[in-house]
């Protein structure tokens, strides 16, 4: 049976978009959100985001499934989470960090009551900012292939020693979520922990990795005998491979979540294709372009259904094993296709007349999506991870 209340009447859910309307219209930062440049890139645009984030938690609008203990809303629904997600991504806001949501989900299932009380309202606050320490050198999406050691010293603290690549948002982070090695003598998926890492603690370096598209959204993050305190570590010792497992299918759904991108994706291929020029006409007017964005429209459509009957499925307590890899493959692999369709469009049509400039606004967001498209089939977990995760927990099929 499901814990929710029972479902909001169509009225309830339309106050409810109309107040995050609102709410956007007047409190959202001066920028555009940009894919592939979502980080700050200075210190005023990183003191908007704090402030914006912070002020998303305080109107009840993220963080609402949270205990109310801890933030959180006794009138909480799913469908008021899908009502925030869409209205911040069709107002081109900046949406809030999943870093920290999967932080924040990792902390109320497995921290510690102090750990609880003093990390959970930092994060509301807009004070800390976390990164995943998760994707190791030479291991790719294999989780687990980590060599990064932590070492338990007879005071209870403990002493890591590593190098972390690929790590969204690190340098501008306040805290880490880092998957160590804590024995030894294991390997794979047994014998790892978890800790919350400050990243201003002595040892801790982090080295920005500029992407093809020219920003800075991931880094290499280096441990150099990083000390801790006892308290740094997040549930029990050698129960890593479980917390990170259910935080990442908390992230996957979170991904997969965002289907209204692919909406964005669409309107602006259908401008370009409606406005551009090929052999003097409107791409759109050729026959195999418009059948091209037509089948796109399709997968759009498809994986938007199955985000929909997941919802619906997750408020009865309906939802099934690999769900989650289900949701993130399908959004991650249309998003790469109708983004790669769309920038190769925008590169070869023509400009048009009176609508060049949103024409060319078009053409520029099709060209970021298409750049850092092949980031959304790695993060969180590979295609061909999920590919196996559903094998293995959707079919059953044997191992090996």
Not at 129 to 135: A, E, F, K, R
Not at 337 to 345: D, N, P, S, T
């Amino acid at each position: 049976m499901s814990d929710f209340a029972g479902r909001p009447s169509a009225e309830e859910l339309a106050a409810f978009r109309n107040r995050v309307r609102t709410h956007i219209a007047k409190h959202a930062p001066p920028f555009e959100a940009r894919e592939g440049n979502r980080a700050p890139e200075n210190a005023e645009q990183e003191a908007h985001l704090r402030t914006w984030f912070a002020g998303l938690f305080d109107a009840g609008f993220v963080g609402a499934d949270w205990p109310v203990e801890h933030g959180g809303r006794p009138d909480h629904h799913p469908l008021h989470d899908r009502i925030v997600s869409e209205e911040i991504l069709r107002a081109r806001a900046p949406r809030p960090v999943e870093q920290v949501n999967l932080a924040a989900h990792v902390l109320l299932h497995f921290g510690s009551q102090e750990q609880q009380r003093t990390l959970l309202p930092k994060i509301r606050r807009g004070e800390h900012v976390w990164c995943q320490l998760l994707s190791e050198p030479d291991a790719g999406s294999d989780i687990a292939g980590v060599r990064s050691r932590g070492v338990r010293r007879e005071d209870g603290s403990w002493v890591l020693d590593g190098q972390k690549t690929w790590i969204t948002d690190g340098h501008w982070a306040d805290m880490g979520l880092a998957l160590i090695r804590t024995d030894p003598a294991s390997s794979r998926h047994h014998g790892l922990s978890i800790f919350a890492v400050p990243l201003s603690t002595p040892g801790v370096e982090v080295r920005p990795i500029r992407t093809v598209g020219g920003a800075i959204e991931v880094n290499e993050v280096f441990l150099t005998g990083v000390v801790l305190e006892a308290n740094s570590l997040i549930g029990e010792i050698g129960q890593g491979w479980s917390i990170i497992m259910s935080g990442l299918d908390f992230e996957r759904f979170g991904i997969g979540g965002n289907v209204i991108l692919l909406e964005l994706l669409i309107d602006d291929l259908v401008t370009v294709a409606s406005n551009a020029k090929l052999d003097g006409v409107p791409a759109l007017q050729h026959t195999d372009i418009r059948q091209a964005v037509a089948g796109l429209v399709v997968e759009v459509e498809v994986a938007k259904a199955f985000i929909d009957d997941h919802v619906e499925r997750l408020i009865v307590g309906a939802d099934q094993p690999g769900d989650g890899s289900i949701a993130k493959l399908s959004f991650a692999e249309t998003y790469h296709r109708v983004a790669a369709y769309g920038a190769e469009l925008a590169a070869t049509a023509g400009d048009s007349g009176s609508d060049d400039a949103r024409v060319q606004q078009a053409k520029e967001r099709l060209r970021e999506c298409w750049l850092w498209s092949r980031a959304y089939t790695i993060s969180g977990g590979s295609s061909e991870m999920m590919r196996n995760i559903l094998a293995k927990r959707r079919l059953l099929l044997p191992s090996g």
